[in-house]
């Protein structure tokens, strides 16, 4: 099948190119046609599709926000009438009611097709704890899928379903995030019911979302982010305890660990990339800031070598009493250890969580978020067979505090490897500073890949913004740059500075005659050309059309192709502006960047 986003797929379903029915049995026999990944415990069947199918005809498509959408649900989720196995065939059991989440996407229309694999009992990272076999990666099969939410994002990656849900409690909705290129979302700790949820730790749980882009995963989350009063660990969606403001979208202070405290495991490629990441951040508006990544590294160490694994061992306490022989031999090592804590263990270990918590909230006052590596290194499914545990730990390094600490996290995918796996980063800030993070990295994914999960369908040039509006990318040369005497053409139409970057290497520049303001002139040539900073904007679709119709002659708006082959909306300058002395127009290709042409202007240097 063909990968599309929640957004392309809902206007294919309103323009007709697509109908629901045909679609929807589509997704379910390219599932059933083979499942080489492992990737899935259970599937519909025709009969258990039809219901979802018979409602959505019946309803109107503009009032449900995921109409006809399909998507993956973790197997340690309820779905009603379908089995609820852990990854474990004698704890299985089959709800009557769907979990709260669920429920809440299928009120939207949104359509389960089936329970995905994970790590038995949601514990491990690494997507091979299972009976239903090994889950494996969806660019290359001899790698780790990432876990414990392993079928969730395998199943998003090979484009079989649109968006997934998995749970992380220590990292499981982000590694396998990185692994498949997606976007995975580790919500504000109760921003999300987990009511009906298997729970592994139930203080700490949270459900997350798998999503090709960071707009589909907003919308998601825009439907799923609803207070369960039911959920004794439900928190309403509300401004950050203790005043930390919006992520500004430029002049953002990004916290990076010390050089000496990040940890990559003896890769060789995952270095660099992360560097790279950080200079992209840099040219989104960003400012890095080293921080002690100490205490967040301390925190991490208390989930598994402190008393909270006692609470996986609570979780299913009857169960492995009596019948320990039914667990994976890793998982039972590691759950039958927290049968053993004392209760003096575990205030002990609170006092220094609410400690290191303390210390951690000073960073706040330097930054407006951290970025990490999602994980340092990408391992093969031999390798851990072979080290388990070890190896597991090590794919927690960056991810077993943030529940812990209480942050909101975004894994975003950051580029590709030289052996063609992907790479990612996390960005975290405090709770509730969700939606801030989603709005940053959609921005960097898309400096960052050019295609959705492990298929070749590119990233949709067209996207959405916070408020679930289309947007367009604008490319700006000259007075529409941040701070430039037009810029409020963009900002008061809602624009938003996605990525500060520069055309490819086509392109001769011009200062135009007349002003205020003066206004620069982009002309594509076939040799000769240079490279021009730009910044690439992104504008609701609704405020296109005024935008572009009062851009004057001899300017206008065509494709402008950017470093990386990238070609997007931008101005352009017609031909015969610049053309013969007579125009006016002063040739600045050599300065390469409008600002640079001011600068120089304001100091009296005249063009060369």
Request: charged share 20%; hydrophobic share 40%.
């Amino acid at each position: 099948m063909t990968a599309m986003t929640i957004t392309e797929l809902l206007a294919a379903y309103q323009d007709g190119r697509l109908d629901v029915r045909a679609h929807l049995h589509e997704v379910l026999r390219t599932i059933r046609a083979g499942d080489k990944h492992h990737a899935w415990i259970s599937v519909l069947d025709n009969a258990q599709l039809e219901p979802y199918l018979a409602r959505l005809e019946a309803a109107d498509p503009a009032e449900l926000p995921l109409f006809g959408v399909p998507f993956a649900i973790k197997d340690n989720i309820d779905l009603a009438g379908v089995p609820t196995t852990a990854a474990c065939p004698d704890y299985a059991y089959t709800p009557e009611r769907s979990a709260f989440v669920v429920q809440r996407l299928i009120d939207a229309g949104a359509v389960p097709v089936g329970k995905t694999n994970l790590d038995q009992f949601a514990t491990g990272l690494v997507g091979t704890r299972s009976p239903y076999g090994a889950c494996r990666n969806a660019f290359d099969p001899a790698y780790l899928s990432g876990g414990s939410s392993s079928g969730s994002a395998v199943a998003l990656a090979l484009g079989q379903v649109a968006f997934s849900l998995g749970t992380d409690t220590a990292g499981s909705g982000r590694v396998p995030a990185m692994f498949n290129n997606l976007v995975g979302v580790k919500p504000t700790r109760g921003l999300l019911s987990a009511s009906g949820v298997v729970p592994a730790c139930r203080t700490l749980d949270t459900v997350s979302i798998f999503a090709l882009t960071g707009p589909d995963a907003e919308r998601v989350l825009d439907v799923a982010a609803d207070f369960d009063r039911d959920d004794a660990y439900a928190r309403p969606d509300r401004v950050p305890e203790f005043g930390h403001g919006t992520i500004p979208a430029t002049g953002f202070r990004f916290g990076v660990p010390r050089r000496e405290q990040l940890a990559f495991f003896g890769d060789a490629d995952n270095p660099g990339l992360f560097d790279a990441t950080l200079d992209r951040l840099v040219e989104l508006g960003g400012t890095p800031v080293e921080i002690d990544f100490a205490p967040f590294l301390e925190a991490a160490r208390l989930l598994y070598e402190g008393p909270w694994v006692a609470e996986r061992y609570a979780a299913i306490e009857g169960f492995i009493k009596r019948s320990a022989d039914s667990l994976h031999p890793v998982t039972r090592q590691i759950i039958e250890g927290g049968a053993t804590p004392r209760a003096v263990e575990a205030f002990k270990a609170q006092y220094r969580l609410a400690a290191l918590r303390r210390q951690t909230e000073a960073v706040w006052d330097e930054v407006d978020l951290i970025v990490t590596p999602t994980a340092g290194r990408h391992y093969r499914i031999d390798e851990v067979e072979t080290d388990p545990v070890q190896k597991n730990s090590d794919l927690g390094y960056y991810t077993n505090f943030m529940n812990l600490l209480d942050f909101a996290a975004l894994a975003v995918p950051a580029g590709f490897r030289d052996d063609g796996l992907p790479f990612g980063v996390t960005l975290f800030a405090p709770a509730f500073t969700d939606r801030d993070l989603l709005a940053l990295g959609a921005r960097l994914q898309r400096a960052s890949v050019d295609r959705l999960g492990a298929t070749d369908q590119p990233l949709p040039e067209e996207m959405v913004d916070a408020g679930g509006e289309h947007v367009i990318p604008v490319a700006v040369c000259g007075a529409h740059l941040s701070g430039l005497p037009l810029n409020w053409q963009l900002t008061q139409r809602r624009g938003r500075l996605a990525q500060t970057t520069r055309t490819a290497p086509e392109y001769r520049f011009y200062a135009l005659p007349g002003g205020p303001p003066e206004r620069p002139g982009l002309v594509r040539v076939e040799e000769g050309g240079a490279g021009i900073d730009v910044e690439v904007w992104d504008v609701p679709a609704s405020e296109f059309g005024p935008f572009v119709a009062g851009i004057p002659a001899p300017l206008g708006i065509g494709k402008i192709r950017l470093e990386g082959g990238r070609e997007v909306p931008g101005f352009i300058c017609e031909p015969i502006a610049i053309k013969g002395a007579t125009q006016g127009a002063t040739d600045i290709t050599g300065l390469g960047s409008w600002r640079r042409h001011l600068e120089q202007k304001t100091a009296g240097i005249s063009p060369v």
